[in-house]
């Protein structure tokens, strides 16, 4: 067998089969009628693939937070299952996900600091990451101002992009724009890197998620605020990693409002995204569902392992945040038919 058959195999088989212990319908119907957050580790526990995660853990009283960070650890050590597969053909995508979470953590040290409620940020540190980041998660939580992150993150491509932007008197916002692009750059660069080109699957699906951010940030940045053209391209991925023509991006950018928005985008290959956008008032819901649709056919039938790895790590943050919903609709007394409009996928 080829090594290249072999590589097809192996990753796709792995990461299908690992799909296929996803949460059913039945399942969110039972956690959605949990009375409490003990009574949905129970059954995570007792009858879900779920169940490593609560591994020697006491049920009663569990606290939300922490039940948060065991699933999200479970999560990481799935996606570190596949990465072994992706790594031992000397492949480098999984970085996507590594740099991606680096950003994470220096953004939510960053928003402690703005908001200065910087001590609640050690409860958000996950420390299974901490073998695979170049950025110390546990020197960040005991960061209280910007400067003390830079200096921080000396060594990195992050140091000039946060001190530009404290230099700059920038707001959050900012910071985040300007760490995406620099992500989108990177991004593009590790397409590149693993043979794939404009037009392919894994740029097509990679450009994707990165428009639809895009999509995400201007339409509610055109409802709820007045900006400016010049601050609205900070949110955009580069050029080279978008679907959209120059002219759909300069339409878009000087759109008069949100429903300008979606008539624009109704002329570009995201005519699905507006349509459903317009069904409802959660924007990001909207684009996670059409996403959602986009990997899960992506993940039955590409015959490239890369995009089918993409494509179940996606999936599984999506059933992540479902639990997430769920566990706070419990804690909120929300219906389980309140609770089930906040899922994404549900039954499919």
């Known amino acids: 067998m080829k090594i290249l058959d072999y590589k ?5 088989a792995k990461a299908r089969a690992m799909y296929g212990k996803r949460l059913t319908l039945q399942d969110y119907v039972g956690l959605s009628g949990c009375k409490s957050c003990s009574e949905i580790v129970s059954y995570l526990k007792g009858r879900t693939s779920y169940a490593d995660a609560f591994e020697n853990t006491v049920t009663a009283g569990i606290d939300e937070g922490y039940v948060e960070f065991l699933i999200k650890k479970l999560s990481y050590m799935r996606f ?15 970085n996507y996900f590594i740099v991606k979470e ?11 600091i703005l908001l200065k409620n910087t001590d609640k940020y050690v409860m958000s540190v996950p420390a299974f990451y901490s073998k695979s980041l170049d950025v110390n998660a546990y020197d960040l939580m005991n960061i209280k101002t910007i400067p003390e992150l830079i200096d921080s993150l000396e060594g990195t491509d992050y140091q000039s992009i946060i001190k530009k932007c404290y230099d700059s ?5 900012e910071y985040e724009c300007e760490l995406f692009n620099y992500f989108y750059e990177f991004e593009y660069k590790l397409i590149k890197k693993s043979g794939g080109k404009k037009g392919g699957e894994l740029f097509e699906l990679l450009s994707t998620k990165a428009d639809t ?56 290959k995201y005519k699905n995204y507006a349509e459903k956008i317009e069904k409802t008032d959660y924007v990001e819901q909207a684009i996670n569902e059409e996403n959602y649709k986009m990997y899960k056919h992506l993940l039955r039938f590409s015959t490239n392992p890369n995009v089918t790895m993409f494509c179940f790590m996606f999936l599984e943050s999506i059933e992540v945040s479902n639990i997430i919903h769920i566990i706070e609709g419990v804690k909120y ?10 899922l994404i996928g549900v039954g499919d």
């Open 333 to 342: 007394k929300m219906s389980p038919d309140e609770i089930k409009s906040l």
């Open 80 to 94: 570190a299952t596949l990465c072994r597969y992706e790594m031992s053909f000397g492949e480098e995508l999984h």
């Open 213 to 268: 951010k895009f999509i995400d940030n201007i339409y509610r940045t055109k409802k709820y605020f007045s900006a400016s053209s010049k601050s609205l391209i900070q949110s955009l991925a580069p050029i080279h990693l978008t679907g959209f023509t120059a002219k759909q991006i300069n339409a878009l950018l000087n759109a008069a409002d949100e429903k300008e928005i979606l008539s624009i985008l109704k002329g570009t």
């Open 102 to 112: 680096e950003i994470n953590q220096i953004l939510l040290c960053i928003k402690s």
């Open 8 to 12: 097809l195999n192996a990753i796709m």
């Open 169 to 173: 008197g920038s707001e959050y916002l």
